[in-house]
């Protein structure tokens, strides 16, 4: 069980485009998840939280212009990544809470963005 | 906000030691805190976690102590083996549900 599935696994894009990263929970329902980015070698950075229904709220830096959170349903939640550019190519990972108090969090597999 | 230090960076063993691995936080308010592996190019997954009532949880080789007088939790590994390198990450959730994080610690075990 806790199962997150994450979709694309990789994808390459020009400069300028938008890129949408899709996250479901695939066997209990989420209504909460977390959007993290990571550079190599480093720790998982919070972009923001995700609430079925409502908007998201982003951590401090991160422009929610440009990185367009859809939680749409209690297993789906969506980035955007709009007008991309080079310095947003990273590793993106999305996760779900679960649990009677939610605190456990279990993470997809991860989307590799690379921007040219 | 909640601060979590984690301790050491790199960490090397050869197989069939044990490893330790560090973790500090800040805000008492933390309740619950997790730990996580993460493998190269794949996602973190939890292998055991403990909440704040209790001070020792173990799972096989996998054991995680937590000192809340003091702010600190521990993991640690026995017996290791080729397949626990990997980077590991502590967290803390300073009461909520929003956990912070440590650097992470990258375990090589020599076999």
């Known amino acids: 069980g806790a199962v997150v599935s994450q979709h694309p696994s990789w994808v390459i894009c020009k400069s300028g485009t938008s890129v949408k990263i899709e996250c479901r929970s695939l066997d209990f329902q989420a209504t909460t998840m977390f959007w993290y980015r990571q550079f190599p070698k480093q720790s998982l950075m919070l972009m923001a939280t995700s609430n079925e229904g409502s908007k998201a709220t982003y951590e401090q830096g991160v422009e929610k212009d440009k990185f367009l959170i859809n939680h749409a349903s209690l297993t789906l939640s969506t980035l955007t990544v709009t007008s991309a550019h080079p310095e947003d190519s990273s590793f993106y990972i999305c996760s779900a809470a679960i649990g009677a108090t939610g605190y456990e969090q279990y993470f997809g597999p991860g989307t590799r963005l690379t921007v040219t | 906000g909640e601060n979590v230090e984690q301790h050491p960076s790199t960490l090397s063993v050869q197989e069939g030691d044990s490893a330790v691995i560090k973790c500090t936080y800040s805000?008492?308010?933390?309740?619950?805190f997790p730990w996580y592996k993460q493998e190269l190019g794949k996602r973190p997954q939890l292998i055991i976690d403990i909440r704040s009532n209790v001070g020792e949880k173990k799972d096989q080789r996998i054991a995680v102590t937590l000192n809340k007088t003091a702010k600190h939790f521990s993991l640690h590994i026995t017996e290791t083996q080729p397949e626990d390198s990997a980077v590991y990450f502590c967290a803390a959730n300073g009461g909520s549900y929003i956990p912070t994080f440590g650097r992470g610690t990258s375990l090589i075990v020599h076999p």
């Open positions: 805000d008492s308010a933390s309740n619950y």
